[in-house]
């Protein structure tokens, strides 16, 4: 009877140590040096040797003992069902501010979807609370020295916190920093900024209080809360406005330079939608600390032109006729719009077509091109002479895939359109390259 214990190998890469070993898609991993696999962080740790003894459940229902030696850290080259090898843990927390919560119904069942997974921090970079985690959690993520773990602090007054996330012991889970701290495990965290709640003097005292787990605590990003028009059974919460913003960012400057004086960092960073907001230029790269918070939209614009105009520089023009459009946010939308304004200088007979789609579907209130749907792109470009080809923005698609949010296919949305569409990366390379070549 074939064994059922282990996990499902999905993938054997090719040329690997388990292709040599004559593993099989199907076979089930049960255990490294004796040691049962629970989960994605007992692999990481055990499969880092330089000499492993693998049990290997074969798909004929025999069991393998396999003796590995290879590099210290060298890959076996495997790969599973379950990234994390476990079920995912979901959240139980009500945050005021949570995105999910804000969500019509009728959407895919995995949009309503909360992780609060620590194993996700550590795999996709991926914010947890701590409220889920054990002492057990933690005491793995120290002996197996994963990092960074990724923190969603939101404040640091534990009677707010457990106000914000609705958890009674959201203020306890605080102490598990201290023992990741002690542990000298690297850490990022995240502040979700809510007017009249966690801001003001709160935020001051968040980051004082922060700035003790510095240097293992590397950066703390501070992000407008995301407001959608479905909160009406809802908490009520008010967007931050113009002047709001500039005394965030005022705010969160003169706490950068205070802590780059004492510690060389400037630790607590703002989110990119705070300079967008204040209509406020953006901070020298410097600033940014090697763009250590860039998935968590801090620093991407600056980045983005940054890398644009070394490109530029570098670029010969043409005489060329070229018609391309462009559809992105409307946080985006000036930064493109200058980016092709430059351009047009070295190609003269380039035309560009520069669209700011508003966002329908969740409010205009987001902004950002990540959450634009398949249907607010389809019926505001509708019936628009749209050139050679329509550019997006990668972020509108669901990562590895060719799906909008609304599940529109990119397929679909170029039948519907009756245009070629290219997905654009993230660089200003990226961008030019999309611009100016057929």
């Not at 990234?83 to 843990?89: A, N, T, V």
């Not at 598990?176 to 809510?194: R, T, Y």
């Not at 709640?197 to 980051?207: F, V």
Request: hydrophobic share 35%; with cysteine.
């Amino acid at each position: 009877m074939m064994n059922k214990k282990g996990h499902v190998i999905s993938r054997i890469v090719p040329g690997s140590i388990a292709q040599e070993l004559e593993l099989e898609v199907g076979d089930r991993l049960i255990a490294i040096n004796d040691k049962e696999i629970e989960d994605v962080f007992d692999y990481q740790y055990l499969i880092e040797d330089e000499y492993i003894l693998m049990l290997v459940g074969k798909v004929n229902g025999e069991e393998w003992e396999l003796e590995i030696e290879k590099d210290f850290g060298e890959d076996i080259g495997i790969e599973f069902e379950n990234g994390l090898m476990d079920d995912y843990k979901s959240c139980h927390n009500k945050c005021v501010f949570c995105f999910i919560d804000q969500m019509p119904k009728g959407m895919r069942d995995t949009l309503y979807f909360k992780d609060d997974d620590s194993r996700l921090s550590f795999l996709q970079g991926n914010y947890v609370t701590l409220t889920n985690m054990s002492e057990k959690d933690i005491n793995r993520i120290i002996e197996y020295k994963l990092s960074p773990i990724n923190v969603s602090f939101h404040t640091t007054n534990p009677e707010l916190r457990c106000k914000m996330l609705h958890n009674r012991f959201a203020g306890d889970a605080l102490k598990k920093v201290d023992k990741l701290f002690e542990a000298e495990v690297e850490m990022n965290g995240q502040i979700v900024l809510c007017k009249g709640m966690n801001d003001g003097k709160e935020l001051d005292r968040s980051i004082a209080d922060l700035t003790k787990y510095i240097p293992h605590l590397k950066s703390v990003s501070v992000v407008p809360v995301g407001l959608t028009k479905f909160r009406n059974q809802l908490e009520p919460l008010e967007a931050f406005s113009k002047e709001d913003s500039a005394l965030v960012l005022k705010q969160i400057h003169g706490w950068q330079e205070k802590i780059y004086k004492e510690y060389g960092t400037h630790f607590v960073h703002a989110g990119d939608e705070w300079y967008i907001m204040a209509e406020e230029e953006f901070p020298d790269s410097s600033v940014y600390d090697g763009y250590v918070q860039l998935e968590n939209g801090v620093g991407m614009v600056k980045l983005l032109l940054e890398e644009f105009e070394a490109e530029y520089k570098g670029l010969v023009g043409d005489d060329k006729k070229r018609f391309v459009s462009i559809a992105t946010g409307v946080s985006a939308y000036p930064y493109i719009k200058k980016m092709t304004e430059q351009l047009k200088v070295k190609f003269p007979n380039l035309t560009i077509q520069v669209y700011r789609i508003i966002n329908h579907f969740f409010g205009p209130k987001i902004t950002v091109s990540g959450l634009l749907t398949g249907q607010d792109l389809i019926s505001q470009l509708k019936g628009k002479d749209l050139g050679d080809k329509l550019l997006l923005p990668c972020n509108v698609l669901r990562s590895g895939e060719d799906v909008f949010l609304d599940d529109i296919t990119l397929s679909e949305f170029e039948n519907t359109l009756q245009v070629k569409t290219d997905i654009v990366k993230s660089s200003g390379r990226d961008f030019i390259e999309a611009v100016i070549l057929n």
